[in-house]
């Protein structure tokens, strides 16, 4: 009587190729995103340059001059500062806008049937672009001053692939969540203040006292963003065990994110 | 087999007057023990049945608020039945309404593209079939200009050009035929024309009689929610046209 049943059977459709087409679909949907944020302001896409400098410039001002932090020994603080910035504004950036992805969507959920999951992966991948001018920028200040990077480089990859999983996990929780309750837009921005002081953007590892240190495992990013910092300007050890702890995490957090998001995706339609 | 088999469908809304949309919300109702305003219900769809031969078309008809685009998204995927079965068989494209899924800002060739590859196309087939899809929709001077400066006739047009450039087994259409001026409407109608004539099914919506007994080999008919009839075109418009009072064709009398 109450038995619900919904089957689409399509014809059968090759796997790289339905893979091919969600592939294009997460492209084109970042695309579009990368677009829209830009193609308004007179600057464009340098914005996405600007932004972190210009952050950078006042915080390391503020900081190594007023607070007297320091970063990496032999690394210049602004160097420094612009570096964990770009790997924090990966995940934060993300978060920011896949938070508003569904319910800025609102018509063509409502309209159109696709894997939903799509616009909350797209929108983490249109933050790769601005990431990625970022990470030109450092390259060029590195240049500037004198900064040889770590001889660990090859991390690198590894790194921002885990912490680009564990951002997506996240993604799919807050923008679910927030279709329900858009309090959740509102308080996120505090929350991920709060998260980028407890982590080592500002600060290194090595400067937090040993006993809340112990604590610092439990937080993915901030330990992300301490061996991607590392393995760019500094010695560039990366901690195995840590690693493995994080990469966990972050696979978790991804299975977790998708569990959610399926769980809330059916109430969408209708709430929207 | 039927290509759409839908049974006992049903779909219920919560019409919540104190719905907890925030956390702000939920607070105050936790604190104040009165339940302001009941959570009622509404039957948007009761126990709906029919089925869609393939190579068939049904039309669905009724009066505004009788359930006929909640039928449509439960058939599209966007909305899921509170009770009954849905089966599919078969690659769905649809056209919900007017440009669903256009983003204004964007020129008509961006539109096109993400649209294709939301109705499930890959970038390479777009890419194939884009040529096409202007040139049906007449728009070759215009596709890189923002859709916002389109006239609603023109995202009509590019809107339904690229709803069948996907090469559907099932179409299903909401009331779009409307829209535009009678030459695109005559085009539409000859491209679904030639659609059925390749065995694809069209699943039409519209309140004018003439486009649905033009396109469907069977009508379903809903009133409120409810199936009122369900059978062949020309019985079920009949009896729709007796009941709403219009005027019969003269050649329905004889």
């Not at chain 1, 619900?4 to 695309?31: P, Q």
């Not at chain 1, 702890?245 to 569990?259: D, Q």
Request: proline share 4%.
């Amino acid at each position: 009587m109450s038995k619900i049943s919904v089957s689409f059977v399509e014809e059968k459709e090759h796997m790289r190729h339905r893979l091919t087409r969600y592939c294009d679909l997460v492209t084109g949907l970042a695309l579009r995103d990368v677009k829209m944020r830009y193609q308004l302001s007179v600057l464009g896409l340098y914005w996405a340059v600007l932004n972190p400098l210009l952050m950078t410039a006042v915080w390391s001002f503020v900081f190594s001059k007023i607070f007297r932090a320091e970063g990496i020994k032999g690394v210049p603080y602004v160097v420094f500062l612009f570096c964990g910035l770009t790997f924090w504004n990966l995940f934060s950036n993300s978060l920011m806008t896949a938070v508003n992805c569904l319910t800025g969507n609102a018509s063509l959920l409502s309209k159109l049937y696709f894997p939903r999951v799509i616009l909350p992966t797209s929108s983490v991948m249109a933050r790769l672009v601005d990431f990625a001018f970022s990470l030109i920028v450092l390259a060029i200040l590195m240049v500037i001053y004198r900064v040889t990077p770590g001889c660990k480089l090859y991390w690198l990859p590894l790194l921002i692939v885990i912490e680009l999983v564990f951002t997506l996990g996240l993604a799919y929780i807050v923008s679910a969540v927030n279709v329900l309750y858009r309090d959740l837009g509102q308080i996120l921005g505090v929350l991920l203040t709060l998260w980028l002081y407890i982590s080592p953007v500002i600060y290194t590892l090595e400067q937090v006292p040993p006993g809340i240190k112990d604590y610092f495992i439990c937080n993915p990013v901030g330990e992300l963003i301490y061996m991607e910092v590392n393995v760019v300007l500094g010695s560039g050890v990366v901690d195995p065990a840590a690693l493995g702890v994080t990469a966990l995490i972050a696979a978790g957090v991804f299975l977790l994110g998708l569990l959610v998001f399926r769980r809330l995706e059916s109430a969408f339609a209708e709430v929207m | 087999m039927p290509v759409i088999e839908v049974n006992g469908l049903s779909k219920k809304f919560m019409l919540r007057a104190d719905r907890a949309d925030s956390f702000s919300k939920m607070f105050n109702a936790l604190f104040r023990r009165a339940n302001h305003g009941e959570d009622r219900e509404f039957w948007a769809l009761k126990e709906v049945s029919f089925s869609v031969p393939e190579g068939k078309s049904v039309g669905v008809i009724g009066v505004n608020g009788s359930g006929k685009s909640t039928l449509l998204k439960l058939l599209t995927g966007t909305l899921r039945p509170t009770k009954g079965q849905i089966t599919v068989r078969g690659k769905r494209s649809s056209l919900i309404e007017l440009g669903a899924g256009f983003h204004p800002d964007f020129s008509g060739r961006d539109n096109v593209y993400l649209n294709g590859m939301i109705l499930g196309m890959s970038r390479a087939r777009v890419k194939e079939k884009f040529e096409e899809i202007v040139a049906f929709a007449e728009l070759e001077q215009f596709i890189d200009v923002p859709v916002k400066y389109y006239s609603s006739g023109m995202q009509a047009r590019l809107g339904f050009a690229a709803a069948t450039a996907v090469e559907p087994d099932i179409l299903i259409v909401d009331e779009v035929l409307a829209v535009g001026d009678s030459s695109f409407q005559l085009k539409c109608l000859s491209r679904i024309r030639e659609m059925q004539g390749r065995g694809v099914s069209i699943v039409l919506v519209s309140h004018g009689m003439g486009d649905i007994e033009a396109v469907c080999d069977e009508v379903l008919w809903l009133h409120k929610g409810e199936a009122v009839m369900f059978g062949n075109t020309g019985d079920v418009v009949r009896a729709y046209r007796i009941n709403q009072g219009l005027p019969l064709p003269a050649h329905a009398n004889n």
